[in-house]
DNA sequence: AATATTTATTAAACCAGTTTAATAAGAATC
DNA sequence: GATTCTTATTAAACTGGTTTAATAAATATT
């Protein structure tokens, strides 16, 4: 869990003893490709981290997926809408890859967090972290054509394209497959 | 300060004392319409939480004003993009009308988490709260037509219609004027 | 009250996406 | 290697917005 250790202490000083005490907690699970970790109407008990493989995270609408993220190596993730507001969860968590996780139970982040100040100031601040995240994700959505969001994503995580199929990135750019490829096209005339 | 108190108090317990050692730290301030809390290029260095009176959140794009939100009574703001991150702000925050407001500096609220784990999880938790309210932006942003956003603020927050201009609330829907204009005929039409 | 300024609407031409449907290309399975 | 299934592209018609410009309505100023 050395990376997990290190993800952990890079938002926030821990000591040993507080951070053995969290880790202790942290189990290792496995997930095949198509496995869901999460499905519409349950209610999220977990929280994850990702030591290596792929996770989507989507909601349906009107019969298709809208996929809101792909966690991939070193997300902290899980369905933090529906995790918050301990309400059953409207999205899906699939394994795109065969995935190897460590998750703790959200009872017992809750037992850290009330043991460690310095542990509750990670959480606080890997919140921030989301917040930061999710402020560039409006803001992106509203200021930023659909090419430039293509651009962009193509820059910052150029392995996503060999990993996941297009028609589910055309999801996550907020399009439908035609549009993605039109635009691909429209690029690839210049 | 009661209704400052009263908030805090919603996120998480807080003991007299604890209370009372944080509240030391606001400061009342008062804003005319038009007075700007922040420019762009300036650091930002404080919170606010909004006693009377509305204050917009915008950056400039190309020209023309974008806005982020209005943050009317009861709301904590800041610009918790350019505050969490200490970097200059690209944002504006200005007084659409005159405005009254409590203000911590943020060495100020490290000095409460510092001496509060209870006051620490309250940011935590209003950390939380914003979470949920920009995943839901999102999602919005993502899943529903210009129109259905117009209604749903138009039922959200009626009163806010009285107060803002159009084209900014156009600006806040992510439309131009025009748009707005037209979306407001095809529903008078119906 | 008259005038100037700001804000909102309308019209016309345009554009980047949509939907639907057909086709082509690629990957998996027998 | 042929067949089936999944994924990506293309075309055509459509749609809900955009831009620009003119006009109308509301508000502020003298």
Redesign the pocket.
């Known amino acids: 869990m050395e990376d997990l250790k290190k993800t952990i202490r890079s938002y926030a000083q821990v000591s040993d003893a507080d951070m053995e005490f969290g880790l202790r907690f942290y189990k290792k699970e496995i997930f095949k490709k198509g496995d869901y970790l999460l499905q519409s109407g349950q209610y999220i008990r977990n929280f994850y981290f990702m030591k290596t493989g792929c996770v989507s995270y989507y909601t349906i609408e009107e019969g298709t997926a809208q996929v809101m993220e792909f966690f991939t190596e070193g997300y902290f993730f899980t369905d933090l809408y529906a995790y918050i507001q301990e309400i059953p969860s409207e999205s899906y968590l699939e394994a795109l890859e065969d995935s190897v996780v460590y998750t703790i139970s959200k009872t017992d982040v809750q037992k850290v967090f009330d043991h460690s100040h310095q542990l509750e100031r990670f959480g606080r601040l890997s919140m921030q972290r989301t917040f930061v995240i999710n402020f560039q994700r409006i803001n992106q959505l509203r200021n930023l ?3 430039e969001r293509y651009l962009r994503l193509l820059e910052k995580r150029p392995t996503l394209f060999q990993r996941v ?3 589910l990135i055309a999801s996550y750019l ?13 690029l690839s005339q210049k």
Chains 1, 2 share one sequence.
Not at 174 to 186: C, D, Y
């Open positions: 054509s659909n090419q199929p297009q028609y907020g399009l439908t497959p035609v549009g993605l490829s039109k635009i691909r096209k429209r």
